[in-house]
């Protein structure tokens, strides 16, 4: 699928969640403490999704997939 940064901003959250998941692919995981973080690439931009306990607490959305480059 493909959609601007704009687009999906302007979709409700539970929207993106589900694109992301839908269409997403995983680029990275990781679990700090009781965290997991699991990064999806999405089009042309990237979306952080927060979980607690398999509860998602928070997501994050970042225009350009460079800003969070792993090294």
Do not use: W
């Not at 700090?32 to 089009?43: M, P, Q």
């Amino acid at each position: 699928m493909t959609i601007s940064f704009y687009d999906f901003k302007n979709l409700p959250d539970f929207q993106q969640i589900e694109i992301a998941k839908k269409d997403g692919h995983i680029k990275e995981q990781r679990i700090i403490n009781e965290l997991r973080f699991v990064l999806y690439e999405v089009s042309c931009f990237s979306v952080e999704i927060i979980y607690k306990q398999d509860r998602l607490t928070g997501m994050n959305v970042f225009e350009n997939k460079a800003a969070y480059a792993l090294n």
